[in-house]
């Protein structure tokens, strides 16, 4: 008697991992990654501190850790972990808190006489970068919708997120627009650095005097700060406020020492964040930039060349805002630069914070083209659909 006996495996062997438990992997991963890239980080941006590259070195030698760790991982590991959108949502948010904690609320206010400059510049390179973005489709042979979320000034992790939903070249508005934000951080501090003379003052750091000096009883106000400024930021992303990681933060940071004033049983104390959260919040930027290089793209020679012609025309489009800020306003030229560079919005206000020069003025520069280019997308996003369509048509009718 032949008996023939199989055991089936069980069917909870056989089902793929709990989504949850993937997730938590996934989260566990992401992080170690993180710790590594500040790791990494911190002796490079020492080191270029050291050799007074200028007051965001330490953007630099993230944008280098970000990059290096993650084509590591790549390379000698196998593992492609995509760039880390809640480390730069972090580091856009202390930087946030430590800009409006350095600048005055009344100087702030005085500057809204001043809006409809802003205004004109921002709606000069909106409709600079949709010429841009319109000759980039043509010469690139890419559709206009694409285009458009490569060349306009906009977050490099907000334009990608937007063309995911779309279902376009991901990658492409990446690669684009992190060239865009790399070439304006590496050369708006070189041009400040060749003109400007406390651009080379040591922010140098001591690093026991000044780096890790912190008045032990401004702890409970840091940490209130950070409590409140979490709170802040969770709630204007609720309500899909632009750039809420920043600007909640700044509001905090603007806000927070004439409300300690304004209560009855505080004394007369003024809140500073350390010099650490500053630097943590550059690293994270930096970090953040950096793992868009190290997150290679699979495009041909052809698009990368293409990528840095719209850049540069990009570029010469915030040269130009600039000479026309220069002629409409009386501020300086290097004021004019930093208020029309094409982003990150929190670099430049970083660069003006370091130089200590109009850090108000580029501050609400950037804030307002924050706020009309996340408020008009969905406007920009609809037209250039539309017109996608309709180049499409006469294709269409061809076939």
């Not at 409809?116 to 949709?130: A, H, M, N, V, W």
């Not at 709630?235 to 927070?256: S, V, Y």
């Not at 914070?353 to 924050?370: D, F, K, M, P």
Request: proline share 6%; aromatic share 8%.
């Amino acid at each position: 008697m032949n008996h023939n006996l199989s055991v089936a495996p069980p069917p909870e062997e056989a089902n793929p991992k709990n989504p949850a438990v993937a997730r938590q992997q996934l989260s566990i991963k992401q992080l170690i990654v993180l710790s590594l890239e500040i790791l990494l980080a911190l002796p490079l941006g020492l080191a270029l501190a050291k050799l007074h590259i200028g007051g965001i070195a330490w953007i630099f030698g993230g944008l280098a850790s970000g990059t290096v760790v993650l084509q590591g991982c790549r390379i000698f590991y196998k593992y492609s972990p995509k760039p880390n959108r809640n480390a730069r949502k972090v580091g856009m948010a202390l930087v946030g808190l430590s800009v409006g904690a350095s600048s005055s609320s009344n100087n702030l206010t005085s500057l809204a006489a001043g809006i409809p400059i802003f205004i004109f510049l921002t709606l000069f390179l909106l409709l600079s970068g949709s010429c841009i973005g319109y000759i980039y489709s043509r010469l690139s042979k890419t559709n206009l919708l694409t285009s458009m979320l490569a060349t306009v000034p906009g977050g490099v992790g907000v334009m990608a997120s937007i063309a995911a939903d779309y279902d376009r070249n991901v990658t492409l508005v990446a690669l684009v627009q992190a060239i865009r934000v790399t070439s304006v951080v590496l050369l708006i501090p070189l041009i400040a650095r060749t003109s400007v003379t406390n651009f080379l003052s040591p922010q140098t750091l001591p690093i026991t005097d000044t780096l890790l000096s912190f008045n032990p009883s401004q702890l409970g106000l840091l940490l209130l700060a950070l409590v409140v400024t979490g709170l802040v930021v969770y709630l204007a992303a609720l309500c899909k406020i632009p750039a809420a990681e920043f600007f909640g933060a700044l509001l905090i940071g603007i806000a927070f020492n004439p409300l300690l004033h304004w209560l009855p049983f505080v004394g007369d104390v003024n809140f500073n964040p350390p010099l650490c959260i500053k630097l943590l919040g550059q690293l994270l930027l930096g970090i953040t930039i950096g793992e868009y290089w190290g997150d290679k793209p699979n495009l041909d020679k052809k698009a990368i060349v293409y990528a840095f012609m719209s850049v540069g025309m990009t570029l010469a489009a915030g040269a130009i805002a600039a000479m026309l800020a220069m002629q409409l306003t009386s501020w300086d030229w290097l004021t004019c630069l930093l208020v029309t560079a094409p982003g990150g919005a929190p670099e430049m206000i970083l660069v003006s914070l370091a130089l200590n020069h109009n850090v108000e003025i580029v501050t609400t520069g950037h804030l307002v083209r924050l706020i009309a280019i996340n408020s008009s997308l969905p406007l920009w996003i609809f037209l250039f659909r539309h017109l996608d369509s309709q180049l499409s048509e006469p294709d269409l009718k061809k076939c």
